[in-house]
């Protein structure tokens, strides 16, 4: 059983690029979480996805956007980066439990971005 | 609403104690412990829910006050290991996202 798998690992990108990053999540989950992680922060929750569908989003404007796949991986964009966008940026895979419960959390090594 | 952790830092000496805490203003669904080392991701601890229900991982236990909506984390004897920054998440009801803490950086030094 693979665990979560995220690419590339570090980026650097320039302001006004875009930029996608990639989760494969780990084996019969069905949730995928991304979270953005500043420096000495803890992680913010960016959006959610539950069977292909966006299950919650945090308070991150329109220009990240998200995707996931049939077989439950997933995709992070961000477009015009900005300056701030530069963090690890980490995803998280998740059984869901009974009553919609979030199970554990299994993260990604995450993905390094520095925007110059 | 982002629980609030404290203390913001703690040093330790190896078999020390110590207690990290977690609160909400909103009424809370579970509340999840990680701890992360340094350049790693973060890795799960523990799930409690609300019922007040407490919990052990080896030396690493934790409870959940619901009609304090608070949760707070004990380490004992505390190993070198046990160092990095640990995070508390909060769930509003079932359905909504994890949200973390902003951390609670502990230092175990021999």
Known sequence: ??????????????????????????????????????????????FQYYREEEN???????????????????????????????????????????????????????????VL | QQPVQSPQAVILREGEDAVINCSSSKALYSVHWYRQKHGEAPVFLMILLKGGEQKGHDKISASFNEKKQQSSLYLTASQLSYSGTYFCGTEISGNTPLVFGKGTRLSVIA
């Not at chain 1, 956007?65 to 991986?73: A, E, I, T, V």
């Not at chain 1, 015009?80 to 439990?97: F, G």
């Open chain 1, 56 to 114: 919650g989003r945090g308070n991150f404007p329109p220009r990240f956007s998200g995707l996931q796949f049939p077989n439950y991986s997933s995709e992070l964009n961000v477009n015009a980066l900005e300056l701030d966008d530069s963090a690890l940026y980490l995803c998280a895979s998740s059984p869901t439990l009974a009553g919609g419960l979030v199970g554990e959390l299994f993260f990604g090594e995450g993905s390094r971005l520095t």
């Open chain 1, 1 to 46: 059983e693979t665990g979560v798998t995220q690419s590339p690992t570090h980026l650097i990108k320039t302001r006004g690029q875009q930029v996608t990053l990639r989760c494969s999540s780990q084996s019969g989950h069905n949730t995928v979480s991304w979270y953005q992680q500043a420096l000495g922060q803890g992680p913010q929750f960016i």
